[in-house]
């Protein structure tokens, strides 16, 4: 395979790039403990939001980048094709954190298991949609990739507040 047909995101997902997504989610996680020390962790839930604002704002920043790298010949299809998948994978995995503040919140609880469930199945289904969207060969299946892999946090994010606000997941916030 020739050096310009690599399909590995080496090139295409600097390390800097990789940090701020990471970074985000590190964030959200050092708040979450900070709320869970003053136990007023539900209010991690809608600090998603802020989350999903950030990896959707870095994703079409990094995302266009990457598509004036390829259309010039810097990337070659492959790089790119990774590089969205790498990206794509981190964003919907992401989709978790409402998962992770019901459990830190009561991990016994069956409102927290079922919230936590549910959550788990939507990035499940998006991460197969990105599995067989990752296939496709095109500009606008790499597009459709981010898109629907920043949509995972949302989802979860909205879906936990709803169940949240069902079971009583936030009451504490307001005493």
Avoid: K
């Amino acid at each position: 395979m020739e050096d310009d047909e690599r399909d590995d995101d080496l090139r295409s997902l600097p390390d800097s790039t990789l940090q701020l997504y990471l970074g985000g989610i590190v964030a959200w996680g050092f708040v979450l403990v900070l709320l869970y020390l003053f136990e007023r962790t539900a209010a991690a839930i809608p600090l998603t939001y802020a989350v999903f604002v950030w990896q959707a704002l870095l994703t079409g920043w990094w995302g266009s980048g990457v598509m004036r790298a390829y259309d010039s010949g810097e990337l070659s299809s492959g790089e790119a094709r990774a590089g969205v998948q790498s990206v794509a994978r981190i964003v919907t995995a992401s989709a978790l954190l409402p998962a992770v503040a019901f459990l830190i919140e009561d991990p016994l609880a069956a409102s927290s298991w079922t919230a936590a469930a549910g959550t788990v199945a939507v990035a499940a289904v998006m991460w197969l949609l990105i599995a067989t969207v990752g296939r496709i060969q095109h500009r606008v299946a790499l597009v459709l990739l981010l898109a629907l892999a920043n949509l995972a946090l949302p989802i979860n994010a909205t879906g936990a507040v709803s169940v949240g606000i069902a079971s009583g997941f936030f009451d504490r916030l307001l005493l």
